[in-house]
Nanobody, 125 residues
Framework: QVQLVESGGELVQAGASLRLSCVAS????????VGWFRQAPGKEREFVAT????????YYADSVKGRFTISRDNAKNTVYLQMNSLKPEDTAVYYC??????????????????WGQGTQVTVAS
């Protein structure tokens, strides 16, 4: 079992930066990939970024590439999502998720079997 708790979401102005955190407990943290997804009102959940078990590989959605950076600190059981140059279209509930089903950097939500409760990010124009 893996438990995930996100934090760091808030209301910011366009162009600002935010760092989201996802703290994990339960199964050995360094044994699985962790991803970030987001869901805006009226839209389906979409992939944002993912990082492999040791941080050696990352993968991003085109919409955030160059603006967002995913990282992890296995000593702290924490994954971060640094978000820069935020845009109103980044407004969503952001979820972190753990994949014990796939290796590498999976992008498909169905490959993630543990999810956090989400944190709200709102970017005002």
């Amino acid at each position: 079992q893996v438990q995930l708790v996100e934090s760091g979401g808030e209301l910011v102005q366009a162009g600002a930066s935010l760092r989201l955190s996802c703290v994990a407990s339960g199964r050995t943290f360094s044994s699985y990939a962790v991803g970030w997804f987001r869901q805006a009102p009226g839209k389906e959940r979409e992939f944002v970024a993912t990082i492999s078990w040791n941080g050696g590989s990352t993968y991003y959605a085109d919409s955030v590439k160059g603006r967002f950076t995913i990282s992890r600190d296995n000593a702290k059981n924490t994954v971060y999502l640094q978000m820069n140059s935020l845009k109103p279209e980044d407004t969503a509930v952001y979820y972190c998720a753990a994949s014990t089903l796939a290796i590498g950097t999976p992008a498909a939500a169905l490959l993630y079997n543990y999810w956090g409760q989400g944190t709200q990010v709102t970017v005002a124009s």
